[in-house]
């Protein structure tokens, strides 16, 4: 999908903003960071504020709208930096490629190109680490994820995990990014991607017998993104023990949790793998 | 056990100390902080300091030594406070009542009175908090814990609920502390318990049908502490959809990760229900 590179963060957000961009935002600004989006009525901003804090692994809560029904600028979380810094020239409507819309806890419309006429002066958006973020690391030290090999989306699953309840955000569970890898190399993909404790950091899970425990049937179905695939274009087998799942903590999970609370209202969510790009990079954050 | 009651948190530890103190601390102090106890040879911090960072609802870290070797002086990390507001005149080795011993990963002794000879300049004490701070602000909502009213120690479970993996620290699952309440007030509680972040907060689950998802089999067979008692005397029975088992994160979590992780060396940690008692109070943390 993504073939061509962009130089920047506010480059994708323009070229987003003026449907410029199709397809899903995986290494497109190599080392920017990028960030899921999810948009609640202001009422929900409390209990989800905690939902993070509790939650911070498939949660890491980088930053959220300045004040209620602010889609331009922003409030850091992240130690160090302004909102300012995080992402100027921002238009949260209009920033990602492609949106999701909720409504009363179900999912209404999918992919569409901005959440404009949607947006209300109740509204708080939050933005979430993503774990796009450490690929860079990991093609940088020759462990490329497949995906971005084959480009494609990354595989997203739910599992049966559960998050630590929060107010109204109770019976969610965490939603899991997988990239798959040779066993022998995991402990170093481990390695690379700890030092990320914002946008997912290392994984949750490994190997064939952690499907079972994610209560992931089937590897190659993904409930968002695209089927794995092999370099050599093959399907993923568990017969095959030289290969094996890697499942890391994923900012879908919000979109996840507001499903499964039944949040009343209207919700707006990036679409999985078309994230908000920001001003900053992995240096600015990480060190690593 | 606890009948009578100490006028500070320092008072219990110098009772401690001087082994005058027999029996748990829950409700010693009202009001005081009371501590979980992990204290690890020095290689195991950062990856145990990432543990906490990434699992902060079983595992709230409030302090640790202020250098590798100390069990006089905390360090902080508790915002606005520093360590020796924390606790001052402390002695780690002889503060907690009783203390359990590790040794490769395999508890080697139980309930001893103090760890003097065990520690070494090598060892890194932690400090995370505990369940029972917010059990005043319960009781003084007329919802006082059973187990206080009855006496007893909290009864704690192992649990099939996975932690997040931190570098050594893989397949740990959260210990939980069990107090029972009747169906209709279990939304009370969530909201009472809320606001203590750094004490676990609101419940992880609550209800009989809990137990299949945490992996508990007998309500009346804890893995620490006492039996859970109703005020009658009678034993928990899931037939009495009436009073429900309610279950937070408990601060005994980090002994079974070092038993799940196979620690080499010496580990050492307070007897679950014997806590180290803190200078500060609920109101010098939380905003209740």
Partial sequence: MATGKMSTGAAVRLA??????????????PSFLQANLI?????????????CARNPVPCPLLAESSQIGSYHSLKS??????????????????DAPRYMIYRDG????SHVTDIATEWTEDHVAFLIGCSYSFETALTNNSLPPRHTIMER?????RTNIQLCPAGVFTGSTFVVSMRPYKRAVVERVRDI???FVTTHGEPIAWGWDAMEKLGIEDINKPDWGDAPLEVNGQS?????????????????TPQEAVMRAGLKGTVLGHAPGHMILLDIKDGDVFSV
Same sequence: chains 1, 2.
Avoid at 16 to 29: E, I, N, P
Avoid at 77 to 94: P, Q
Wanted: a negative charge.
């Fill in 16 to 29: 987003a903003r003026k449907r410029d961009l199709v397809g899903v935002t995986s290494g497109l600004a």
């Fill in 39 to 51: 948009v609640l009525p202001s009422r929900y901003a409390i209990d989800f504020r905690l939902l």
């Fill in 77 to 94: 979380y992240i130690d160090g930096l302004t909102g300012d810094e995080i992402a100027s020239d921002l238009d949260i409507r209009h």
């Fill in 106 to 109: 179900q999912l209404a419309t």
């Fill in 153 to 157: 989306n990354v595989p997203m699953y």
């Fill in 193 to 195: 991607t700890r030092p």
């Fill in 236 to 252: 993923l087998d568990s017969a095959n023990e030289d290969v094996v799942p890697v499942f890391w903590g994923c900012g879908v």
